[in-house]
């Protein structure tokens, strides 16, 4: 039997993820047979483009060390083989007691500060999370089984053509192209052009010579055109606006020191411009906890199931009781001396009450501090309508709220809230296999929801933007902030309902936001070529099509490629953009890599003994 060969694009977290389910399940599946495995990726392999190690180490990671793992655990259900290895902070202790002892790698020396002050509350910085990654990979392939091959190619790949029985990978600066049996597209974000809202407003910028900077990755942005004092009006007050936040502050020479109360302060450099910071909630988002989860965990799910959610018309009743289910689980087993009655039966009228009017009157007698109450609306549009007399009115309740949202977040006596995030995650992993079996989900709807209250920045970065908007170097906004362009003024005017009357002007507009996943514009090039052939479609929401199940490229006519895959972000169905995931939690990204790495394999045992296509002598750089 000849060997078989595999290709996957893309060696970030998830290509990795990928890769590694591949190795583990080659012994069931594909038992003997010699397997090449390509991965190609013109970024180092490991981390990627968007975690790689040259990048500023004033990045952070927005997950705490110890909920950060490529490795399947106990409580993963997978059908392929349990793989456990160390969370980051877990490899963290590793590493820095080797370097104590004098053997790690040099390559490592340079972290040895941050490995040592690395604890599982820590966020680490991006180039340490690079070089977890980086390791990740390469442990991966040292266990590879003896009849795999693994093959790196710091490359791009510009195309993917058909063989007579094989597929023909094009790489960019390489002839002739790789023949493998199967392809599997795991990019993560890609860029894209800009949208047509985006290019009228790059066209309306330069009439006026004004400053637009375009939807992008903030640690790649050019910003040298926003200047010391000037405003600057930001759309997003996300992670992305984070980022941004620290590249202006502490990337000019800005810094952060507690006066004598206790306070972070900001000193300024005087090279920072003054940020307005616009979005439709007008809030930031919601700080990660500051502390590990303890103790008894809610059972997830237990309102949105499979079953419910799918037969449910609107599934976000569902959604808000699985979150309010948890958090008040969380509540009366954790917390009960805040409680009027007893978990069983508070649990038991909770899960029979048939409309919010219901809940509302038992979490009424059972919850005496509405501190303690699940207000789903309240947590998702805080300004709640709110009008004030005027900007500095308005400055003082943001700093208000982000000190409460601080404080609250890293306060183990509301620990309700981490159980609600843990629902939100249940939730995820449910819509997922909603997605798989075919199932409508409002999915950016969701996203938009996740990303806010379970996926915000790390403390420490909340309290400095606290620190920066108390120096008025960032100023709110409200909700519903609107930014319009102003031919007649030659720039760029904003306003909200929260102030009336508020009208700011600005020379600068930053979209503070990651491009959204969009075949059609897509700056890839080996899915620009294949749209263009009509080898891959997008779904509604402009994604690359998938078929449910197998995850085979779905093209225009809507049949399924047998030996193209296709996974991750931007992919219909895809399993998340950060290929990590918390230990432990029975991640969605490895249920759907696991089933995935098998299907591959399963494709390559048919794969018969002899192809017309001849098989290439590999020359990439093995691992």
């Not at 990979?137 to 009849?147: E, I, L, Q």
């Not at 009509?534 to 197998?550: E, I, L, N």
Request: with cysteine.
């Amino acid at each position: 039997m000849r060997p078989v060969a595999v290709c996957i694009v893309g060696a970030g977290p998830g290509g990795s993820s990928v890769l590694e389910r591949l190795l583990a399940n080659v012994p069931e599946v594909l038992g003997d047979r010699p397997l090449h495995v390509h991965v190609v990726d013109p970024y180092p392999p490991g981390a990627g483009r968007v975690w790689r190690r040259a990048q500023s180490p004033l990045l952070w990671a927005n997950s705490l060390a110890s909920d950060i793992t490529l490795f399947t655990d106990e409580l993963s259900t997978i059908e392929g083989p349990i793989r456990p290895g160390p969370s980051l902070a877990e490899w963290a202790h590793d590493r820095s007691t080797e370097l104590l002892e004098g053997e790690s790698s040099p390559e490592l020396a340079s972290f040895a500060a941050e490995l040592r002050a690395c604890g599982p509350t820590s966020f680490p910085t991006r180039p340490l999370l690079s070089a977890y990654l980086a390791w990740f990979f390469r442990a991966t392939v040292a266990g590879a089984p003896a009849n795999v091959r693994v093959l790196v190619h710091q490359a791009a790949v510009v195309d993917v053509t058909d063989g007579a029985r094989r597929q023909f990978v094009h790489l960019s600066g390489r002839r002739p192209p790789l023949r493998v049996d199967a392809v599997i597209l795991a990019q993560g974000h890609l860029d894209a052009e800009p949208t047509s809202a985006e290019r009228e407003q790059i066209r309306f910028a330069r009439r006026h010579g004004l400053v637009y900077i375009p939807t992008g990755y903030t640690a790649d942005l050019d910003l040298a055109g926003l200047r010391s004092g000037e405003p600057v009006l930001v759309r997003g007050i996300g992670l992305a606006f984070v980022d941004l936040m620290v590249r202006l502050s502490h990337g000019r020479g800005g810094s952060f020191a507690r006066d004598a109360d206790g306070v972070l302060r900001y000193r300024p450099s005087g090279r920072e411009p003054v940020l307005f910071a616009a979005s439709r909630r007008g809030v930031p988002y919601r700080s990660k906890t500051g502390y590990e989860w303890s103790g008894e965990r809610p059972p997830l799910p237990r309102f949105f199931t499979f079953e419910a959610a799918r037969d449910a018309v609107d599934m976000w009743p569902l959604i808000t009781k699985e979150l309010a289910g948890a958090h008040y689980h969380r509540l009366f087993t954790a917390h009960g001396e805040r409680t009027a009655m007893g978990w069983s039966e508070f649990s038991a009228a909770f899960e029979a009450a048939g409309s919010d009017a219901a809940v509302a009157e038992l979490v009424g007698r059972a919850v005496p501090d509405p501190a303690d109450r699940f207000d789903v609306a309240l947590l998702d549009r805080p300004v709640g309508g709110r009008r004030f007399a005027n900007a500095g009115a308005l400055q003082e309740w943001m700093h208000e709220h982000i000190a409460a949202d601080l404080a609250r977040r890293h306060d183990r006596g509301y620990s309700q809230d981490l159980a609600a995030i843990h629902a939100l995650l249940s939730v995820y992993g449910v819509v997922l296999r909603l997605q798989d079996a075919g199932h409508p989900v409002d999915v950016p709807r969701l996203l938009a929801f996740f990303s806010y209250l379970a996926s915000g920045p790390p403390g420490p970065r909340l309290e400095e933007l606290l620190a920066l908007a108390r120096a008025g170097v960032v100023r709110f906004l409200g909700e519903d902030a609107v930014i319009t362009a102003d031919d007649a003024a030659g720039g760029w005017r904003a306003s909200s309902p929260t102030v009336p009357g508020l009208d700011v002007s600005a020379r600068a507009l930053v979209e503070a936001r990651l491009p959204e996943p969009a075949l059609r514009r897509t700056r890839d090039a080996l899915l620009r070529r294949l749209a263009a052939r009509g080898g891959v479609t997008a779904d509604p929401a402009g994604r690359v099509s998938a078929r449910a199940g197998d995850r085979r490229l779905v093209d225009a006519r809507g049949d399924a490629h047998p030996s193209r895959f296709a996974v991750g972000h931007g992919v219909a169905g895809g399993a998340g953009s950060a290929g990590f995931s918390r230990p432990r939690f029975d991640a969605p990204s490895f249920r759907v890599n696991d089933a995935l790495a098998r299907g591959v394999l399963n494709h390559l045992r048919d794969v018969g003994p002899a192809s017309s296509d001849r098989l290439e002598l590999v020359t990439g750089a093995t691992q």
